[in-house]
């Protein structure tokens, strides 16, 4: 695949929900502890069928050049060939933020 065609797949907690969305771009940040997301992805207007949940997502990221997630916030990301749909889902079960220091003991 050459680097312009690349597609990812990138599902992310954010306020109790979970954003799968589609961009071309995903780098780690200059800003520590942030994964960067460029070029997202919707689907074609020209679809008889929309979805809310997408439509919801456009109008989100409509104006974003650059989004900054945090890392602890990323669970996972895939390098897919065709462009899926947007969306947004309840977070089930439990999702738990990565440790980024390990807990301290009491002596």
């Not at 954003?19 to 940040?29: C, D």
């Not at 689907?43 to 989100?60: A, F, M, Y």
Request: with cysteine; charged share 30%; net charge negative.
């Amino acid at each position: 695949m050459a680097s312009e065609e690349r597609l990812y797949r990138v599902s992310f907690v954010n306020q109790d929900k979970v954003y799968e969305v589609y961009v071309r771009h995903v780098y780690q940040s200059d800003m520590w502890g942030f994964i960067q997301l460029e070029e997202f992805v919707f689907g074609n207007r020209s679809e008889l069928l929309v979805d809310p949940g997408e439509e919801k997502l456009k109008q989100e990221f409509a104006d974003v050049n650059t989004c900054y997630v945090p890392m602890q916030a990323i669970i996972r990301i895939d390098e897919v060939r065709n462009e899926g749909v947007a969306r947004i889902s309840e977070a089930k079960g439990n999702v738990a933020a990565f440790p980024l220091a390990p807990p301290k003991r009491d002596k």
